[in-house]
């Protein structure tokens, strides 16, 4: 037999501009940039290729509206995932580029923006929701057990001065000096 030439058609698709030039808030993960893509779209994440923060391919984009947590709100590297918090829940990513997967870690208690969350060193990571502050510890991977606690239940007279309709302007950082973690939230007025 005589053999017919064989047409192949190539797309480029691993280098685009930034798909969210309105990205909020983003975070480095497994050596990918990882960005939200704007309240237009609440539920996109879209990922760099590995070690180019600044090329993007086009169909590189995780969905987390799949169940009903709201909007995402923040996204934090913690070991070995990558945790994405939302509106009323959290969410994790894991693997590696390109075949990153996305699993619900909890439902019901969310961020309320990237500023809300913070890292206690050996310990584990400290957020504030809408009811409080919540504590992640433990690992991901490995045979540990993760938990996610509420650790403000003797602050409740405290919460009540909360001003909730600012709340997404909570800053929450860790004191090395002090080995505390301090929580601005905006209180009444």
Same mark, same amino acid.
């Given at each position: ?5 064989? =047409?192949?058609?190539? /797309? ?5 501009? !930034? ?6 808030? $983003?975070?480095?993960?497994?050596? &990918? ?16 290729? +590995? ?52 699993? #619900?870690?909890?439902?019901? +208690?969310? &961020?309320?923006?990237?500023? =809300?969350?913070?890292?206690?060193? $050996?310990? $584990?990571? !400290?957020?504030?929701? @809408?009811?409080? +502050?919540? #504590? /992640? ?8 057990? /993760? ?11 405290? !919460?009540?001065? /909360? ?6 302007? &909570? ?10 973690? @301090? ?5 009444? $007025?």
């Amino acid at each position: 037999g005589k053999s017919e030439p064989v =047409a192949f058609i190539t /797309i480029e698709l691993a280098s685009i501009s !930034l798909p969210v030039p309105k990205a909020r808030f $983003g975070a480095a993960f497994n050596s &990918c940039l990882f960005l939200e893509a704007g309240s237009h779209s609440g539920t996109r994440v879209h990922f760099s290729t +590995v070690g180019t923060i600044d090329q993007f391919g086009q169909l590189d984009y995780l969905d987390v509206g799949s169940r009903d947590a709201g909007s995402l709100t923040a996204m934090y590297s913690y070991y070995d995932s990558l945790l994405l918090f939302r509106e009323k829940g959290i969410d994790v990513v894991r693997g590696n580029y390109p075949t990153f997967s996305v699993s #619900a870690l909890m439902a019901g +208690v969310g &961020c309320v923006w990237p500023d =809300a969350v913070t890292e206690i060193p $050996g310990v $584990g990571i !400290l957020f504030m929701s @809408h009811d409080g +502050v919540y #504590a /992640i510890t433990g690992g991901l991977q490995g045979g540990s057990e /993760i938990s996610v606690q509420i650790i403000s239940d003797g602050l409740h007279d405290t !919460l009540r001065t /909360i001003n909730r309709s600012i709340l997404s302007r &909570c800053v929450a950082r860790y004191s090395n000096k002090w080995k505390e973690a @301090h929580f601005y939230i905006p209180g009444e $007025g």
